[in-house]
């Protein structure tokens, strides 16, 4: 018989197929959800990166951005900036805003803008419904949060600080709010001439002054940033570019984008597992079949041309099914994102993405498919009838040349396109060694099941002989469950962790209220006030000052951070303005760890404490020097201390400390916090702190900490959410792998059971066996994946997402409890259909 043409193998493959893809299903499923997490995966990574780049200059306000903390730029710095491009001046703080005649009061997010502003973008109100600009005169734009709280609406007064303003519309679309970060209340937008008005500016206040610049489209944002900072290196600005419009949201979607990246490259690997097992279990309930064809006179080319284009089919018609599944998928994932994150609504095709997924969707398949296939081909007709009682053994040799260079290709796709190519190809290097772990697991279990002395029990004597007799699946089934399991311990680990960073531990040890702006002549006022509506009330006051870093390391040779390329993460501090403080004593809730703190009335050479993690992160020593820009000018201190921070009481933690003749004499407010009794948590007191302290001290912002503590936690309640969401793809793919591995072991369990009832077994004592096996190897594999997946999860936990390891252990010990129940209930489930089978059938297909 000569060799058959493909189109003849094809309409072999063709008869050998059917809709329901019946054989196929794990390898369908298992590429349907594959397919569908790449495709919605690099989708939406593609359309958040689009957006970022397409809206930079929108989100941004400007093609860059000078900013500077507590004072207004120079004439000369304001020129430099002018001569790169149009200039968009204007303000940011937090303050009050009080409805005339009534003791109703909200912390607001105060934005005064000049009549260029914006520079990008389009600026809409919805109450009225229209375009508008800067507001004029004593107008003010106020959000729905204002509106809401105050009772208020367009046309009213409203009061903030001393100015008396007239509200002209309610905000709808504000382009530069996602360039503008995390906000502490709503948004009230007024005019520069209006601010003045407020007297709320003073020097020393809480207040960032913004420039934003329109360059020619040639021009270059960096090198005009570059000159500026040569221009005038101590000014303590920071800038920002249209590139990066948002730092904290770039970080944020970076690490969103890793990690979604890890579950991309889990489900893969996961997919592959399922692909193996359901080719495996597909060919040998056809090995009838292939030993007849051979028979008959078809090659080993044949035979693989045949069930390859039956397995190329069912790949690609369930990797079709997944990109719909992943494009359709897409538009929800950004709408559930939409407050947090810049994705286009609608449906978004990125066909580099769709490309990729088909691709490695393939690649994995065929890749994976490879050893049974090659098996098939290999051995003879007669080996391959004789194959349950006699196992098919695949010499290595032949496999290494399809498999090893299929995953050298399913690497590269994953690694080199991807953001984080180290990260990737870690993560697969991690996910190698978990196989090969868990593989090795598995030949271990079968080397010591044959060596171990027998128990007496007949139904644990054969459970303990299915471990390790000919033919046993015991490696496959260990990796196949327990990478399973793992995944389900990694997602209830991210997911407890997220939660208890979230609803556990920030809200249980915060003030009520911050007080910004408190001036130091009225600090005994602030006090007493509090002490009448609250008492009992804690109050805590610290002098507050902004400044930036702009030098550190040993006096010879100091670091200047305008000659860093790059910040890493660990080291925020040095991005911007930061908190500053002085104090004789140590802060509450923070530990000197290294050094000595300065005496009471120290006048010897001004020194900072520094927290310890910051100084570990920029390789501080003691004896070394910080300088900083305060209000324009060069102050310096040697760091005298180091101090562990203890950032969850939510107080007043500031990275530097600074002895009080260091910088005590520039002028500064204070900040307050306000810790009420149980008693005084109640509506009315809060109405009357609020009140209180804005009538006596108009110029200060209390801030609501419960209020933004709730907005904090349903952001991350969105998170949380979206990548519990995604992950529920890979954990989708672990369940059709267990349903798959154990469905795999059917045609084997059959032959075995089949004997057993003609020697007399019965009903219950076969299923007594089938539990006492898989009982056996969850016992095993539920204290492997409970460890493995552990380290992950912490690993994902703390090193990607930069949150606290707070896992709630009963919940991940139960969700692993229901997976090894899951095992359990599919092994029983399969095993009913194999007692159903009648023995006389089963023994004339031998």
Not at 521 to 532: G, H, L, W
Request: with cysteine; aromatic share 6%; glycine share 10%.
């Amino acid at each position: 018989m000569s060799t058959l043409s493909w189109t003849m193998a094809w309409r072999m493959a063709r008869r050998g197929l059917d809709w329901r893809f019946k054989g196929l299903r794990l390898l369908f499923a298992c590429l349907v959800l594959g397919a569908a997490a790449l495709a919605a995966i690099g989708t939406l990574t593609g359309a958040i990166d689009h957006e970022l780049t397409a809206r930079g200059r929108t989100m941004l306000g400007g093609d860059a951005e000078f900013t500077v903390a507590a004072r207004p730029a120079s004439a000369r710095e304001y020129a430099a900036i002018a001569h790169v491009g149009s200039v968009s001046a204007g303000a940011r703080m937090q303050a009050m805003a009080r409805k005339p005649g009534s003791d109703a009061a909200v912390p607001i997010e105060l934005k005064a803008v000049d009549s260029h502003w914006p520079l990008y973008g389009t600026f809409t109100l919805v109450n009225p419904v229209r375009n508008a600009g800067a507001p004029v005169g004593n107008q003010a734009w106020i959000a729905s949060g204002v509106a809401d709280r105050l009772g208020v609406a367009p046309g009213d007064h409203l009061l903030i600080g001393a100015a008396d303003l007239v509200i002209g519309g309610v905000i709808g679309d504000e382009p530069d709010r996602l360039g503008e970060g995390f906000s502490l209340g709503p948004t009230v937008i007024i005019g520069t001439a209006a601010l003045a008005q407020t007297g709320l500016v003073s020097t020393g206040a809480m207040v960032r002054f913004k420039y934003r610049v329109r360059m020619a489209p040639a021009a270059d944002p960096h090198a005009a940033i570059d000159t500026f900072k040569a221009a005038f290196p101590s000014s303590g600005f920071e800038f920002r570019t249209r590139d990066r419009a948002s730092p904290g949201l770039d970080r944020f979607v970076s690490r969103l984008g890793q990690f979604l990246l890890l579950v991309a490259l889990a489900a893969l690997a996961i997919a592959g597992i399922g692909i193996g097992n359901g080719v495996t279990g597909f060919l040998d309930a056809r090995r009838g079949t292939i030993a007849t064809l051979k028979i008959l006179g078809a090659t080993s080319g044949d035979i693989t041309r045949i069930f390859a284009l039956q397995i190329a089919t069912a790949s690609l018609v369930a990797i079709v099914i997944g990109l719909a599944i992943g494009l359709l998928a897409t538009p929800l994932i950004g709408l559930a994102l939409r407050g947090i994150l810049p994705v286009a609504t609608g449906l978004v095709v990125d066909s580099r993405a769709l490309g990729t997924a088909v691709a490695q969707g393939l690649l994995i398949a065929m890749t994976f498919a490879a050893p049974p296939l090659l098996r098939a081909r290999a051995f003879p007709a007669m080996a391959l009838l004789r194959a349950r009682v006699s196992p098919l053994v695949l010499p290595w040799r032949l496999a290494l040349v399809p498999v090893g260079g299929g995953l050298l290709g399913i690497v590269a796709l994953a690694v080199i396109p991807a953001p984080q190519p180290l990260l990737a190809l870690g993560f697969l290097g991690g996910a190698a060694a978990l196989f090969a772990l868990l593989g090795a697991l598995g030949w271990g279990l079968t080397w010591l099941a044959a060596r171990i002395p027998r128990p007496r029990g007949t139904i644990a004597r054969m459970a303990l002989g299915n471990l390790h007799r000919p033919g046993s699946q015991t490696p496959a089934l260990v990796v196949a469950l327990g990478f399973a399991l793992a995944a389900f311990v990694v997602m209830a680990g991210v997911e407890t962790s997220l939660d208890g960073n979230i609803a556990k531990r920030v809200p249980a040890r915060a003030p009520d209220y911050f007080v910004l702006d408190v001036p130091t002549a009225k600090e005994a006022q602030f006090r007493s006030i509090v002490a009448a509506i609250a008492p009992g009330a804690v109050v805590r006051a610290v002098p507050s000052m902004r400044g930036a870093i702009l030098a550190y390391g040993p006096a010879s040779h100091m670091t200047r951070v305008a000659d860093l390329k790059m910040i890493p993460d660990d080291a925020w501090a040095l991005r911007g303005d930061r908190g500053l403080t002085f104090a004789d004593t140590v802060p509450q809730g923070n530990v000197v760890t290294a050094g000595r703190w300065w005496p009471q009335h120290y006048a010897g050479p001004p020194q900072v404490s520094i927290d310890e993690k910051l100084a570990q992160t920029l390789g501080l020593r003691l004896g070394d020097r910080i300088t900083i820009s305060l209000l324009g000018v060069e102050r310096s201190a040697t760091i005298g201390s180091f101090r562990r921070i203890d950032w969850d009481s939510f107080g007043f933690n500031y990275v530097l400390v600074f002895s009080p003749n260091a910088i005590a004499d520039a002028p500064h407010s204070l900040a307050g916090t306000i810790e009420l009794p149980a008693v005084s948590k109640t509506a009315p007191v809060r109405r009357a702190i609020l009140s209180g302290l804005v009538r006596a001290m108009p110029a200060s912002s209390v801030i609501e900490v419960g209020q933004v503590l709730g907005e904090a936690r349903a952001i991350l309640s969105e998170v949380s959410t979206a990548v519990l969401a995604a992950a529920s793809v890979a954990v989708l793919a672990g369940l059709a792998v267990l349903a798959g591995a154990i469905a795999a072991q059917r045609a084997s369990r059959q032959y075995d059971t089949v004997i057993l009832r003609v020697l007399g077994a019965s009903g219950r004592q076969l299923l007594a066996l089938v539990m006492a096996e898989y009982g056996l190897l969850c016992a095993i594999l539920g204290v492997v994946a409970l460890g493995l997946g552990t380290a992950t999860a912490w690993a994902v936990t703390v090193w990607l997402f930069k949150f606290a390891w707070l896992p709630d252990w009963p919940r991940i010990l139960g969700v692993l409890v229901v997976g090894l129940v899951l095992v359990m209930a599919l092994a029983l489930g399969g095993s009913l259909s194999i007692l159903r089978t009648r023995p006389a059938k089963a023994l004339r297909e031998l």
